[in-house]
């Protein structure tokens, strides 16, 4: 008797099950998606970069204003790009590390944004630990203030002041860690007074009130991040043997995946 | 092994919003399965994948309880445009005396024969129903299935049952009737 159309459908069809023996490789293909998210750029790329910024910008712009999936994404909004800066200024508290070392991390962060929170408490530490500490990794911190977080360029200038006078990382971890704390009233001087003595705290507010060199800073910041197509934050760009690869902050476990095969371990 | 844990496919089944690296070690295994299932090469079903999960992380707007249905349909689109595409180049390979085709032993086999066969008769049905029948070959309910597909769940036994019959009458007037196993 001929089989109904349900068990000889099922018994045809099986033949196209794979191989017991293939598993699909997820750490992978989690770091393709990352890496597809970026893109890579050779070193005589930049000049022409920096001149087509402004319709860099505009694409970068297109992008929703909503927090979600991990990250923090660019609003429509092309005022954000900061006017001509006056006297570049290269903050070297931004960097830790070895300069002799074979990689170079930036990680573009928004002081507002909870990724970037959760990034710095949770991901960061590891990697200073693991690559940072042992000279394989050169780490930069930028700016990314996103236009629509009230508080977060403040929250850089704070930090920046804090960094001029040599305590940016406590300053960098107490405004993160205390993120809750102060992004509905911007109180960031208050979280900072916990872990800056009263002295330095005031000459932190002076420079944050007074001093224009701390917009410069994360102007230049930002126009960096323009140059790498950062479109969200937290982001990190990635530069070893002349290639730098911009991609959206991940996970440690994919980081030291990727860290590893640029060592060519 | 890259199966997700029993804590994240429940985390995932809550339908509570899940960040895309939770979304993607839940469900990148099984969608990479399902398209290879379509598509012959394992390397270019997991850059299939990769693009779908690409455009998830793009399309911020599907939430975390409702990704799975996505990435079932998405997949399942994917995989049966790329066998499109490939019905038609094989198509006009024949048309050229020095083409020839993959020579990869294992096509020589009959039993590769025999997915090819599959492939081919999937690719020229409609695709609601190719859909249909390669997610309910890979165990999806009749509910997952209405879901993954935007289908009335009320529908879905009658339109698997119709997907049937249009796949083994198509199977049949390419190849003929199968023979039936003895005993």
């Avoid at chain 1, 929170?117 to 050169?138: D, I, M, S």
């Avoid at chain 1, 993160?176 to 800056?196: E, H, K, S």
């Avoid at chain 2, 996505?70 to 019905?87: F, G, N, T």
Wanted: glycine share 6%; proline share 5%.
């Amino acid at each position: 008797m001929e089989r109904n159309d349900s068990q000889w459908v099922e018994e045809t069809i099986v033949v196209l099950d794979p191989a017991s023996e293939w598993r699909p490789d997820a750490s992978r293909g989690l770091a393709r998606v990352y890496a597809r998210k970026g893109g890579t750029r050779r070193r005589w790329a930049l000049p022409a970069a920096m001149a087509s910024v402004g319709g860099v910008i505009l694409l970068m712009l297109s992008a929703s204003q909503s927090c979600a999936w991990g990250a923090c994404l660019i609003p429509g909004n092309a005022s954000f790009l900061p006017a001509t800066i006056a006297t570049p200024h290269q903050a070297s508290f931004k960097t830790s590390g070895s300069h002799s070392a074979p990689i170079t991390i930036e990680i573009y962060s928004d002081y507002e944004c909870p990724y970037c929170a959760k990034y710095f408490n949770e991901t960061l530490p590891l990697l200073v630990a693991e690559y940072v500490k042992t000279g394989k990794v050169k780490l930069i911190h930028r700016d990314f203030p996103l236009p629509q977080h009230a508080w977060a360029k403040v929250a850089a200038r704070y930090a920046n002041a804090a960094g001029e006078l040599g305590q940016y990382d406590a300053a960098v971890s107490q405004i993160f860690r205390t993120q809750d704390l102060w992004r509905d009233n911007g109180n960031i001087d208050a979280q900072l007074l916990q872990v800056l003595p009263p002295g330095l705290m005031q000459k932190v507010r002076d420079m944050v009130q007074h001093d224009a060199k701390l917009d410069d800073t994360i102007a230049q910041d930002v126009r960096m991040a323009a140059e790498d197509h950062i479109n969200q934050t937290p982001s990190l760009v990635i530069e070893s043997k002349g290639q730098r690869q911009t991609i959206p902050a991940p996970a440690f476990a994919v980081l030291k995946s990727y860290i590893e095969q640029l060592l060519g371990k | 092994m890259n199966a997700p844990s029993k804590a994240v496919e429940d985390i995932a089944a809550t339908g509570a919003s899940l960040d895309f690296e939770t979304i993607f070690h839940v469900h990148y295994e099984r969608i990479a399965r399902v398209i290879a299932r379509v598509v012959r090469d394992p390397a270019r079903a997991e850059e299939l994948a990769v693009e779908i999960f690409w455009k998830l992380w793009r399309n911020n707007r599907v939430e975390g309880g409702k990704a799975g249905g996505w990435l079932y349909r998405a997949a399942v689109r994917a995989a049966l445009d790329e066998l499109r595409r490939q019905a038609r180049r094989e198509r006009y390979e024949w048309l050229l005396p020095f083409a020839h085709r993959s020579g990869n032993p294992e096509e020589t086999h009959a039993a590769s024969e025999e997915r090819e066969q599959v492939r081919r008769v999937l690719a020229a049905i409609d695709q609601r129903q190719a859909s249909l029948l390669l997610l309910r070959a890979d165990g999806l309910s009749y509910e997952e299935l209405a879901a993954a597909l935007e289908l009335n769940p009320a529908s879905i036994g009658t339109l698997i049952s119709r997907a049937q019959q249009a796949f083994r009458k198509e199977y049949e007037r390419k190849y003929g009737k199968k023979r039936q196993p003895m005993g």
